[in-house]
């Protein structure tokens, strides 16, 4: 089955009520086995890049200085990955940008196979956000591609996106925005909060959700709403990171509750990284802790020093740089190298496979409509005012 653009299926979640994790990938091996567990749970899958994971992909590992040419051949490599193990699914996959942070990011990911680009503005006044969101908008749903903008600010720290406090989305606002850039859906700033610290106990002003999703209906406007910084940061699982010699603190999730009960309120679309990363780290300090003789490995060893030399850490992106032509390409050159790849996978299908059946999209991949990027850019083309 062909990737699908992102639009089939927010109007999926939200005709039939269910919420749509999306699942960060930066490694083959993540994609490979983010696929295979949402056909397992028959839910539609979006797997989603973000901009400086592109860089990674693409053999940057100080992503954080990626350049432009970094990005487009790593959006490329994902894209080739989705594809190799997307094919011959069953279930509709969406490959998505998160966090494109200019025009040219969002085309190079484009060009490299992507279905969906989410254009970050929300650093912006109001009216340049609108501008350059409605750029992106013309430009991809040309192509059939489907555009998520983001309006208000989200604290916490993910990669190069940053704030030190939250701005709440106005909704108000965000029904004009919606309005002026036609974006197929927009990420609110509504108390959640990127990274791995979110603060106790936090709740939700899922009241932002209803305010803005009552106007779109009586406005005649589609529009998803995303939920971004949604991880829920399992304390088992930080427990566990601890208990084999982390150094991890401060840390709090969203909780699921919290999550559920923002989904009627019209959150269709819910952005998990931290899960994915806390819980393949794991994986790796476990194996390591299992088999001490793979601490000295010529292929694996040094995945072993890193970890030992970054106990305060938990993004598999720090660990995993010795081994970058499996992360890039998924070459598996020996059976120790297959085991941390085993770890990256069985990390991926924990936390997705929880989360696919706490928000409820399992069972829900037949819902969804097959919409080609070619059809979509037809019935793009139509609604355009
Ligand atoms: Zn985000």
Do not use: C
């Given at each position: 089955m062909p990737l699908i653009p992102l639009r089939p299926l927010?109007?999926?979640?939200?005709?039939?009520g269910?919420?749509?994790?999306?699942?960060n990938v930066n490694a083959v091996a993540q994609a490979k086995a983010a696929i295979e567990v949402h056909e397992m749970f028959r839910s539609a899958a979006i797997l989603q890049g973000a901009d400086l994971a592109n860089g990674f992909m693409g053999g940057r590992t100080d992503f954080m200085n990626a350049t432009l040419e970094d990005k487009k051949i790593g959006a490329k490599n994902i894209a080739d990955a989705v594809r190799k193990y997307g094919a011959d699914s069953r279930i509709p996959i969406v490959l998505h940008l998160d966090h494109g942070r200019d025009f040219d990011s969002c085309v190079a990911a484009i060009e490299g196979g992507y279905t969906s680009?989410?254009?970050?503005?929300?650093?912006?006044?109001?009216?340049?956000?609108?501008?350059?969101t409605r750029e992106v908008v013309k430009y991809a749903h040309a192509r059939g591609v489907s555009v998520e903008g983001e309006l208000g600010v989200l604290a916490g720290v993910e990669?190069?996106?940053?704030?030190?406090?939250s701005t709440y989305t106005n909704p108000l606002d965000a029904v004009e925005f919606f309005k002026k850039t036609q974006v197929d859906a927009l990420a609110i700033?509504?108390?959640?909060?990127?990274g791995a610290s979110k603060g106790k106990d936090v709740k939700l002003r899922k009241e932002i959700a209803v305010a803005i999703r009552e106007c779109l209906d009586h406005e005649g406007i589609f529009g998803a709403l995303v939920s971004h910084g949604s991880s829920t940061v399992p304390k088992y699982i930080v427990d566990e990171i601890n208990g084999l010699g982390g150094r991890l603190s401060n840390t709090y999730g969203i909780s699921i509750g919290e999550?559920?009960?923002a989904i009627p309120c019209g959150i269709s679309k819910i952005n998990v990284d931290t899960d994915i990363r806390l819980a393949v780290t794991r994986n790796m300090k476990e194996l390591f802790a299992q088999y001490p003789e793979k601490r000295a490995s010529a292929s694996i060893g040094p995945v072993y020093e890193l970890l030992e030399e970054k106990k305060d850490q938990f993004d598999p992106r720090a660990f995993l740089p010795p081994i970058m032509d499996t992360v890039m390409y998924g070459n598996v050159p020996d059976d120790d190298v297959a085991a941390i790849v085993d770890c990256v996978e069985r990390g991926v299908k924990e936390v997705v496979g929880t989360l696919i059946v706490q928000f409820g999209s399992f069972g829900k991949a037949s819902l969804v409509e097959q919409v080609t990027l070619e059809e979509m850019a037809q019935r793009y083309s139509k609604t355009r005012s």
């Open positions: 927010l109007e999926a979640a939200k005709k039939h269910f919420g749509q994790g999306a699942f680009v989410m254009i970050d503005g929300s650093s912006l006044p109001f009216k340049d956000n609108i501008e350059l990669d190069h996106v940053f704030s030190a406090s700033s509504y108390g959640t909060m990127h999550l559920q009960a």
